[in-house]
């Protein structure tokens, strides 16, 4: 199984923060890594597939980088609407496995 | 406009057998391409991808849940079925369908709750 770690756990900020959450795939991914936003009690909301493509309606404050096995999920200007938890998930191969999750909080 | 919506009992007692449906509209999983999934979360934890089938009938499970899960559709229904035996109380979680594309998940469903206690 191809393990997905994310750093950090947690992360504090401020808004109109910049934020920047790592994922590190225990072996190449190519660029099959997704983001995930998810609020308290809420389902996960897809914001990034293809390692850097924006899902459709998903806010350009949000961007993907990387390739291969590091990855990153940056917030350009953090928002009140952005203090949630992000997970990662890799989709090159089975079984499909994500990270632990980084929680953004108000500072 | 994609929606997902999961169904099933809230509360089943250990050894017993989970069934969960998804019924879902606005796309068809007779379509190429098209895929629906079976993800869960415990309380406070993260999450976990159970199961895939493809349009095609094409099945993939997690290795550490395969001999306990079986994943079905049913096309004219609009639904994919998942069943998950010899349920045990480290099953609580919520589970959640969504629309794969294929193996990540654009669409989910709104996720229900499952309890495993006596």
């Known amino acids: 199984d191809i393990q997905m770690t994310q750093s950090p756990s947690s992360v504090s900020a401020s808004i109109g923060d910049r934020v920047t959450i790592t994922c590190r795939a225990s072996?190449?991914?190519?660029?099959?890594l997704t983001w995930y936003q998810q609020k308290p009690g809420k389902a996960p909301k897809l914001l990034i597939y293809?390692?850097?493509s924006l899902h459709s309606g998903v806010p350009s404050r949000f961007s993907g980088s990387g390739s291969g096995t590091d990855f990153t999920l940056t917030i350009s200007s953090l928002q009140p609407e952005d203090f949630a938890t992000y997970y990662c998930?890799?989709?090159?191969?089975?079984?499909?496995?994500f990270g632990g999750g980084t929680k953004v909080e108000i500072k | 406009q994609i929606t997902l919506k999961e169904s099933g009992p809230t509360l089943v007692k250990p050894t017993q057998t989970l069934t969960l449906t998804c019924t879902f509209s606005?796309?068809?999983?007779?379509?190429?391409?098209?895929?629906v999934g079976w993800i869960r979360q415990p309380p406070g934890q993260a999450l976990e991808w159970l199961a895939l089938?493809?349009?095609?009938?094409?099945?993939r499970y997690s290795p550490s849940l395969k001999s306990r899960l079986t994943i079905t559709k049913d096309t004219s229904k609009n639904q994919v079925v998942l069943t998950m035996t010899n349920m045990d109380p480290v099953d609580t979680a919520t589970y959640y369908c969504?629309?794969?594309?294929?193996?990540?998940?654009?669409?989910w469903g709104q996720g229900t709750l499952v309890t495993v206690s006596s």
């Open positions: 998930q890799q989709a090159n191969s089975f079984p499909l496995t």
């Open positions: 089938i493809y349009w095609n009938d094409d099945k």
């Open positions: 969504a629309h794969g594309n294929p193996a990540h998940f654009d669409y």
């Open positions: 606005g796309f068809s999983l007779s379509i190429s391409g098209v895929t």
């Open positions: 072996q190449g991914i190519n660029n099959w």
């Open positions: 293809g390692a850097s």
